[in-house]
């Protein structure tokens, strides 16, 4: 028989570097995971990418066992990995952070693609250009 899922959680962590500070501790704690295993498997898992943000979607069962799959960098991050830069800009639409031409978009999309919610590339290219214009990163089209 199959295990009762209690809960999903949705954690963005640095790869290779989680710790039971918040909000990996909490947010685990409050549904009886025992924290130091996840830490331990995800840090092991992720100890490759360190530098970067790898989300985990955690599936919690009713025994408080747990599995869980790591996601992509969120688009920001690859954003800001590909243009080489720490901060998008805090005024977007006033203050340029960089400029992220269309064949960077398409590279961020294709490596992204399949964590989105569409098969169209340049569905995908579009996505990525909203968020690179939240962060006040100019695009071309």
Do not use: C, W
């Not at 599995?67 to 243009?83: D, G, H, R, S, Y």
């Amino acid at each position: 028989m199959a295990k009762k899922v209690k809960t999903l959680i949705k954690l963005n962590l640095s790869a290779g570097e989680a710790t039971p500070a918040p909000p990996v501790g909490p947010a685990l704690g409050q549904h009886g995971v025992p924290i130091m295993d996840f830490i331990k498997q995800y840090n092991d898992k992720t100890s490759d990418l360190r530098g970067q943000i790898i989300p985990a979607l955690i599936t919690v069962y009713e025994d408080n066992s747990f599995t869980f799959v790591t996601k992509l960098p969120p688009v920001a991050e690859m954003i800001k990995k590909k243009l080489n830069i720490k901060l998008g800009s805090g005024l977007a639409g006033k203050e340029s952070a960089g400029k992220l031409t269309r064949s960077q978009a398409q590279e961020i999309a294709k490596e992204k693609l399949k964590d989105l919610n569409t098969d169209d590339i340049n569905a995908a290219v579009k996505i990525v250009y909203g968020t690179a214009r939240s962060m006040g990163v100019e695009t071309e089209d």
